[in-house]
């Protein structure tokens, strides 16, 4: 799906790593299966110390350095199925290489509650939010971090189900995970999506 266009792929990355965690914005939604993105970079900007998030353009963000990298989070604003829009400008400004240089961290309603999987790139997989990044930089090759929130039991519209809050042990299982999560994202800040994928996948 590369196009012209496109961030392109690179075979060096650009100096800067941008994470975005997918969610929705508003407090009811802070405990939904569909803001478990939110979670992780909440948690990656409190263990590195970056400062607290502020407003941009379509999305929130902080950074700082980790190792000798720049860091950049990114919380889009704008509702889950727009979330490319809090990218656009981003990557004008940044100048990031989605191959190399972005990470997206999502749920996963075809994994079952606290499985973890690191990948290159792909498909969507139903994901509202990663249809709209990848529309938005016209590729698929990015990086993402899947984090299992459970299927959906028979009957069940997907929308409401990723929009309702988890049961309270399956949301102490993701939080407990949460650590974890957050030095996966720091290994492939430092070391790419081969060594997180090795790392941490479950």
Known sequence: MTTAASPGPSAAHSGVRVVVGLGNPGP????SRHNVGWWVVDRFACDHDFAVFERAPRRLETGG??????????????YMNRSGLALT???RIAGFEAVTDLLVVTDDANLEVGRVRFRPGGGAGGHNGLK???????TTDYARLRIGVGTRPA?????DWVLSPMPAEDEEVVTELLPELSRGVRVWVNDGIEAAMN???R
Request: glycine share 12%; aromatic share 8%; no cysteine.
């Open 89 to 91: 400008t981003l990557w």
């Open 65 to 78: 350095t980790v190792g000798d990298t720049t860091v950049l989070l990114v919380k889009p604003r704008t």
């Open 155 to 159: 009957g069940t519209d997907l929308s």
């Open 132 to 138: 709209s990044i990848s529309a938005a930089l016209g």
């Open 28 to 31: 009811e939604y802070d405990d």
């Open 199 to 201: 790392g941490f996948n």
